[in-house]
T-cell receptor, first 115, second 117 residues
Framework: SQTIHQWPATLVQPVGSPLSLECTVE??????LYWYRQAAGRGLQLLFY??????ISSEVPQNLSASRPQDRQFILSSKKLLLSDSGFYLC??????????????FGNGTRLTVT | AQKVTQAQTEISVVEKEDVTLDCVYE???????LFWYKQPPSGELVFLIR??????QNEISGRYSWNFQKSTSSFNFTITASQVVDSAVYFC??????????????FGTGTRLLVSP
C-alpha cells in the first residue's frame, strides 16, 4: 500500500533563515505531488504541484520554491523565511492519471513557526 | 473561477446532538466533483467522501450523511448523534477544472467542530 511521509513534524525558525521541508511517497511510481499551506483561520492554499521529476508548477507567487529531485520526493524550500511563512504545510499525492474524481492523499503535515 | 464557502467557522455541540456542516460552491463546470475531508487534532487530512455532479443521491455512512443539491450549489454534511471523537476541522473541496486531467482541489476555509461530553 502507498504511504506518504513528511518531516519534520514541527519546526521553529528565525526570520531570514533557510527552510527545507521534505515529503516522500512510498508504494507507487510517478505520483502527482502537491504542497498546500494552511494558515491560521484560512483554508488550504495550493502552493505547488508536480507531475514528474523536475516539473514544478507554482500557484502563488511567494517566498517559497519547490523541487522534485526524485520520482517520489518533493521538497519545499526557502532561502530566507518571512514571518508570513508561518503555517501548517501539507504534502499530498495522487496516482498519475487518476483524474479529477480521485481524492488527494495527505501527509501528517509540518507546523512551521517563524519567529 | 471555482470557489468553496464554509460560512460556519466553528460549531460547538454536546455529545449526541446532530450537527450539520454547510458547504456552498461556485463553478462554471457542468462536470465537477466535491469532497469532504476531516482534519483531527493530529493534523492530517482524512478523506471522507466524494460526490460527482451527476449524482444527487444523498449518501449515508453510519452516523454521517451528505446532502448534495445542485439547485442551491450546496453539499452539506450531517453528523448524527455526535461523539467527542468527531471533534475536528472539516473541509469541503471542489475539483478545479484542469485541462491536463489531473487533480487540483479548491478548499473551503473549514469548519471547526467541537463536541463536548
Amino acid at each position: 500500500s502507498q504511504t506518504i511521509h513528511q518531516w519534520p513534524a514541527t519546526l521553529v525558525q528565525p526570520v531570514g533563515s533557510p527552510l527545507s521541508l521534505e515529503c516522500t511517497v512510498e508504494g507507487t511510481s510517478n505520483p502527482n505531488l502537491y504542497w498546500y499551506r494552511q494558515a491560521a483561520g484560512r483554508g488550504l492554499q495550493l502552493l505547488f504541484y508536480s507531475v514528474g521529476i523536475g516539473q514544478i508548477s507554482s500557484e502563488v507567487p511567494q517566498n517559497l520554491s519547490a523541487s522534485r529531485p526524485q520520482d517520489r520526493q518533493f521538497i519545499l524550500s526557502s532561502k530566507k523565511l518571512l514571518l508570513s511563512d508561518s503555517g501548517f504545510y501539507l504534502c499530498a499525492w495522487i496516482l498519475s492519471g487518476a483524474g479529477r474524481s480521485s481524492p488527494l492523499h495527505f501527509g501528517n503535515g509540518t507546523r512551521l513557526t517563524v519567529t | 473561477a471555482q470557489k468553496v464557502t464554509q460560512a460556519q467557522t466553528e460549531i460547538s455541540v454536546v455529545e449526541k446532538e446532530d450537527v450539520t456542516l454547510d458547504c456552498v460552491y461556485e463553478t462554471r463546470d457542468t462536470t465537477y466533483y466535491l469532497f469532504w475531508y476531516k482534519q483531527p487534532p493530529s493534523g492530517e487530512l482524512v478523506f471522507l467522501i466524494r460526490r460527482n455532479s451527476f449524482d444527487e443521491q444523498n449518501e449515508i455512512s453510519g452516523r454521517y450523511s451528505w446532502n448534495f443539491q445542485k439547485s442551491t450549489s450546496s453539499f452539506n454534511f450531517t453528523i448524527t448523534a455526535s461523539q467527542v471523537v468527531d471533534s475536528a476541522v472539516y473541509f469541503c473541496a471542489l475539483s478545479e477544472a484542469e485541462g491536463a486531467g489531473f487533480q487540483k482541489l479548491v478548499f473551503g476555509t473549514g469548519t471547526r467542530l467541537l463536541v463536548s461530553p
